[in-house]
Every structure is written in C-alpha cells, then in structure tokens.
Nanobody, 123 residues
Framework: QLQLVESGGGLVQPGGSLRLSCAAS????????IGWFRQAPGKEREGVSCISRRGGMSNYADSGKGRFTISRDNTKNTVYLQMNSLKPEDTAVYYC????????????????WGQGTQVTVSS
C-alpha cells in the first residue's frame, strides 16, 4: 500500500526557511513523480511544485519560483521542498502526492496523498 508522510512543517518568521520532507513507504518512489500542494484556510488546494521520477525535471507555481526548491533522494525514498524567504501568504497545510510516471498540473491525476504538514509564517 502506498503511503506518504510529510514532515518539517512548523512556525517560522517571515523571511525564514523550512525544509519539508515527504517520505514514502510501501513502494519504491523512483517510478513516481511527486507533487507538493498546499491549502490555506478558506482557499482551495493549489499546486506548488512537482518533480519527475529521477529528478531531472521540475516545475513551480509562480508563487514559489525563486524561493522554493524541490529535490529528491530516491535512495532514501524521500522528496524535499526547501522553502526560503517565506511570507505570511505561504501559510498553509502542505501535502505531497504521488503520480505514476509523470508530473501533472491536475490535482486529480495524483492518486496517493500524505496527511499534510502545517506551515505557519508569522511574526
């Protein structure tokens, strides 16, 4: 059974950094593209970033370009989201999700989801 577990969230001041991790168990991560999504209070869930199976390709939503970096270590079955220069508007629950083979911009294309980790950016 596919299982994804996010970690690394927390409370950080504006301008600070966090690194989120998405650890997979029950399957080998290297056949899946992994996406990061987030949902802020009162808003719909939105895509943040996605990385291809072997990490050769990645994409970012405009909100995170230049500040967020997605990476993966398939030997550790883990995907990371490094978030720098955090802003209050980055406050949200962050989720990782797996899609077989390729990234997609459609949330519905991702079949396995983690439980989410809370990121709060506040002074």
């Amino acid at each position: 059974q596919l299982q994804l577990v996010e970690s690394g969230g927390g409370l950080v001041q504006p301008g600070g950094s966090l690194r989120l991790s998405c650890a997979a168990s029950g399957f080998s991560l290297d056949v899946y593209a992994i996406g990061w999504f987030r949902q802020a209070p009162g808003k719909e869930r939105e895509g943040v970033s996605c990385i291809s199976r072997r990490g050769g390709m990645s994409n970012y939503a405009d909100s995170g370009k230049g500040r967020f970096t997605i990476s993966r270590d398939n030997t550790k079955n883990t995907v990371y989201l490094q978030m720098n220069s955090l802003k209050p508007e980055d406050t949200a629950v962050y989720y990782c999700a797996a899609r077989y083979a390729y990234c997609s911009v459609r949330e519905a294309d991702f079949g396995s989801w983690g439980q989410g980790t809370q990121v709060t950016v506040s002074s």
